[in-house]
DNA sequence: GCTAATATTAAGATAAACTTAAGGTTTTGA
DNA sequence: TCAAAACCTTAAGTTTATCTTAATATTAGC
């Protein structure tokens, strides 16, 4: 079953990495960069879900959504940026199922996304534990939907951040993964200073509630120069 | 698949080297050492990714930047000199992907680009143990992704100058490397100064964890007055 | 045996990674 | 709505791995 799913943003960049995003999960995008054509997409296409930035060059956001409310029926999200904060409220009350700020995480983007299709039914709930949405190998167990982690038979509690970066380090694994990847692929901020250890702090963090030392891992490997990796 | 990669330098030996590297990898260069001739091609070519030096004659790699962002859909790489921190920040905030200091490394050059280009096609870059990312010969596995050395079945832990010593090598069997070459090749450093052995070091400590010896090497020859050699 | 090229070794310099703690932000729950 | 808790980020100091240099030893070829 093919899930369509709009994608309007005037940044081009933006709408671009929404839609790699949302392509890594099956879902099939149709990208517009403004207010005219989007509507002229919303008579010719079907639709399951819109995410919709506010912020637009010719008609507001906002305006899309009213219209989408008063012709369709399925879910709309809306892209604010970060201080647009009367944006959020306005934006919900003007019948918007849910709202993301920029800069957003991808996992928690397409997390969203997958909540409001469910809530549509559209997008059947009861997910099977499926390759897709798991990983299991050698005593971990990583579900992305339930956001749970289970090693060696005892459930780990991961905040978000690190259950990304291991989420990551899993579905990549046998391959070294640089610090700099790993910050673009969990926060999906493609502005790097480069003089951030962040990764390293929660890296250390994951690497205690896995009770895995830095000089003798079992799971998370240090690759001097390079990045880390769990074996494959 | 025909992956286009821009390159502008007005050093015409590092557009070069760089065109040198990438080839070797299989993409098709398109090598410019101004900004005029860089935007002309923008409007002809189909481009997968572009490596802008920032200093240009005519044109600042920023601005050309600019109107990459404006007008395309493909990650940009800024060459900086090493000293130019300031520009670091500018330029990713303006919209780079990525940069990289000058002097740069081949190896993690080729690795930052590929890592780019993954991450604009595919979400989940598990790449497949393919040819192009090992080499296996009698008894040595060497796989770049990995950055995984193994030697009869047991593995090697390599330091990232000595694997990449090695991939020269290893890539180059059968053939003679000079210290030069294998300079050149792993530092990407045109100025050889020459009253240096710090290639030699690396070799004695490859041999080293190869249980190589120097008089009757298995692996890495001397030739005598000439260089290194592996046997095809 | 002499010379030049290559090897070896060890120490100093550099760079990368680790750890810790503090401060800031967000989320949670009463 | 507010305070507490949880979480994230930053920064600084520490440790460790790696790289380079330099001094000395060895080897190959003449």
């Known amino acids: 079953m093919a899930v369509n799913i709009l994608v309007v943003d005037d940044e081009q960049s933006i709408a671009d990495l929404i839609e790699v995003y949302l392509q890594s999960e099956n879902f099939n995008v149709l990208k517009f960069y403004n207010g005219h054509d989007t509507l002229q997409c919303l008579e010719q296409q079907s639709i399951d879900l819109a995410i919709l930035d506010v912020m637009l060059p010719d008609i507001n956001g906002f305006a899309i959504c009213q219209q989408i409310r008063e012709k369709h029926n399925f879910p709309v999200i809306m892209l604010t940026a970060k201080d647009e904060e009367i944006d959020k409220i306005t934006g919900l009350t003007l019948g918007a199922d849910d709202y993301i700020t920029k800069p957003f995480r991808p996992l928690e983007m397409v997390a969203r996304v997958k909540a409001q299709l469910r809530r549509f039914t559209k997008y059947n709930p009861a997910e099977p534990v499926s390759e897709e949405n798991s990983i299991v190998f050698s005593g971990l167990v990583l579900n992305k939907d339930r956001h749970e982690c289970i090693l060696n038979e005892k459930p780990l509690y991961l905040t978000p951040t690190e259950f990304s970066i291991l989420w990551v380090l899993a579905s990549s694994r046998g391959r070294v993964v640089s610090s700099e990847e790993l910050y673009h692929r969990v926060w999906g901020d493609k502005y790097f200073t480069g003089n951030n250890?962040?990764?390293?702090?929660?890296?250390?963090?994951?690497?205690?509630?896995?009770?895995?030392?830095?000089?003798?891992?079992?799971?998370?490997?240090t690759v001097w120069g390079v990045g880390y990796k769990i074996e494959g």
Chains 1, 2 share one sequence.
């Not at 962040?198 to 896995?210: A, P, Q, S």
Request: charged share 30%.
């Open 197 to 221: 250890n962040t990764v390293m702090v929660h890296i250390r963090h994951l690497r205690e509630k896995m009770q895995d030392s830095a000089e003798h891992p079992k799971y998370i490997k």
